[in-house]
């Protein structure tokens, strides 16, 4: 059924619309759309004539928004902005073929990143835009078409594939490990432990597996893997951190195992998207790409 015309307002009224309600001033949406502000000032009252309804309180020389002015105002600016993308995104690869897609910072850059250059090579006509995301989101407000994802498949709205799993390891700089001398797991908790926000309960699951009190475990945050990894080296603590993320660390010798004593952990890591999206062509060669990638890669480790 087709929208009336009354409620496809044009893009001009609307990014009046949106500049004033995000500065609060006529005068400073004049300024940045390069109009006078007699020019914004109609452009918005032409609106909600249009809407049959007022956006904003007017009040000698300011402006405030309604209540339902504010709500409209974060709509029309998310519409404005999968535009925007949709734009730059279009201008990038004029063929079609972009694959905006989510990522978890420290998987993204040490996993993720030395392998796309063997995907874009095999697939020229796709291009890939990556964010970083460290929780879930609502797909219908993001501008990503996937998202890599650690936890379980409990994402609504969502479909998974499923990439691979995860071990941890408690690490920490030399200094430390010859400082406490770790024997066994129950030795860790003279240490100063490292936390990740996202996983608040790692140490607790940790020390419960291996029959250890998980009473009262306190320590530093940390929102990624790779300042919690950086905090390790510095002997901050001890972190828990996926052995596949500090190669690097552990081959240079700034991280060591303070234990031999890997979790798996209970989560793994997935590809996902939204459901009605599954038969979008780049996202699907992507993620044939990403699967066999994986699986290589677990093979390797097993």
């Given amino acids: 059924m087709k929208t009336p015309r009354r409620f496809l307002p044009s893009l001009s009224l609307l990014q009046a619309f949106e500049a004033a309600a995000r500065l609060q001033s006529i005068t400073g949406a004049a300024a940045e759309l390069s109009l006078t502000q007699s020019a914004v000032s109609r452009q918005i009252r032409a609106l909600e004539e249009q809407l049959g309804t007022v956006l904003f309180h007017r009040e000698k020389q300011t402006i405030r928004l ?7 105002a974060r709509e029309v600016r998310e519409a404005l902005q999968k535009i925007s993308q949709a734009s730059m995104n279009l201008r990038a690869n004029p063929h079609g073929g972009t694959l905006s897609l989510a990522i978890l910072p420290t998987f993204g850059t040490r996993w993720l990143a ?7 090579a095999a697939n020229p006509g796709i291009t890939i835009n990556l964010v970083t995301r460290l929780t879930q989101f609502d797909f219908s407000a993001e501008t990503v078409d996937a998202a890599i994802h650690f936890g379980r498949t409990d994402w609504p709205g969502a479909a998974f594939t499923y990439l691979m799993g995860e071990d941890v390891v408690p690490a920490c700089s030399p200094a430390m490990a010859a400082r406490y001398g770790f024997a066994a797991p129950a030795d860790l908790r003279a240490a100063p ?8 309960d790692a140490w607790e699951k940790y020390f419960a597996r291996n029959g250890v009190d998980a009473e009262n475990v306190h320590g530093m945050l940390f929102d990624q893997f790779a ?7 510095a002997g901050l603590g001890v ?29 793994a890591y997935y590809l996902c998207w ?24 677990e093979a390797a480790r097993a």
């Fill in 114 to 120: 030395p392998r796309l250059p063997a995907f874009l």
């Fill in 193 to 200: 432990l490292l936390h990740l926000t996202s996983r608040p």
């Fill in 227 to 233: 300042t919690a990894a950086q905090a390790a080296a």
């Fill in 66 to 72: 309604t209540h339902g002015g504010a709500t409209y």
């Fill in 239 to 267: 972190a828990l951190l996926p052995t596949f993320l500090i190669e690097d660390e552990i081959a240079a010798g700034r991280l060591v195992r303070a234990l031999d004593a890997p979790m798996r952990s209970d989560e």
């Fill in 274 to 297: 939204p459901r009605d999206q599954g038969d979008y062509e780049p996202l699907r060669q992507f993620a044939d790409w990403l699967v066999g990638e994986a699986r290589a890669f």
